[in-house]
């Protein structure tokens, strides 16, 4: 019944579907490309080009803005020094070896029970006590590290805000092209974009948890950890109770 009324709306402007979704793509694709242009960058990693559209400035500033409420969220940063110290020690190890030394990189143990770490675009790096008490031995801590690092690296949480910032010019196209042909189809494609938007858009996709994977297997390896000390099952994702980001955890990557 939807689609009808949605053919029906087309129809009643004159155009045939076919004209109007031509129509539509050629104004997306022109604000897109605009888009485009102005986010190639540098994988720092791949050293081949990448969609991005947030500086490293930006990765920071919004690092800055949104990691204090995420690690207040999780009960603070705790206040055991010497935990910090040496978990701050371990991950501060692995920097000489990483792809992006200049970022302001820090390493938090936060209060919160639940089995997680995460990283932020600008470097910040949390990882709660809960999973802490999963970890046998150093090499694991360098294991999850490793990765939250292989993320940051990767620029993977800019990765995905810059898809988020294409999905939001391809509808906001969609919808322009649809409101100069008829009432109703704009609402109708602004619609369309917001489910097309909640399926484009994902935390850490798996190619990006691979890579994350990768990297933290190179940067242990550089910096002289020892594999045969990792148990079998995933060092950097143990099992345990499901986590309750805040507010923050939209910039913040977990996994």
Not at 83 to 98: D, E, F, H, I
């Amino acid at each position: 019944m939807r689609k009808k009324r949605i053919i029906e709306q087309i129809e009643s402007t004159g155009m045939t579907r076919r004209e109007f979704l031509q129509g539509c793509t050629a104004t997306a694709i022109t604000l897109a490309g605009a888009g485009l242009f102005q986010g190639c960058a540098i994988d720092p990693v791949t050293g081949q080009k990448q969609l991005m559209l947030m500086s490293r400035d930006q990765e920071i500033s919004v690092d800055k803005q949104q990691s204090p409420f995420q690690f207040s969220s999780d009960y603070s940063v705790t206040q055991d020094k010497e935990l910090n110290r040496y978990v701050a020690g371990v991950g501060k190890s692995m920097l000489p070896q990483v792809h992006r030394p200049d970022m302001p990189y820090n390493f938090q143990v936060v209060n919160a029970t639940y089995v997680n770490a995460y990283a932020f675009p600008g470097g910040s790096i949390a990882v709660t006590r809960g999973i802490l008490l999963e970890l046998d031995n150093e090499a694991e801590l360098a294991s999850l590290l490793g990765h939250e690092l292989g993320h940051v690296n990767a620029r993977h949480t800019a990765e995905q805000q810059s898809k988020g910032q294409i999905s939001s010019i391809l509808v906001a196209g969609l919808s322009a092209a649809a409101e100069t042909q008829g009432a109703g189809l704009g609402d109708w494609t602004q619609k369309l974009g917001s489910l097309g938007q909640g399926l484009f858009l994902s935390r850490y996709s798996r190619d990006n948890e691979r890579e994350a994977d990768t990297l933290r297997h190179q940067y242990m390896a550089r910096s002289g950890y020892n594999f045969h000390r990792l148990h079998q099952r995933d060092a950097h994702c143990p099992g345990g109770p499901e986590r309750k980001p805040g507010n923050a955890a939209h910039w913040a990557g977990y996994g």
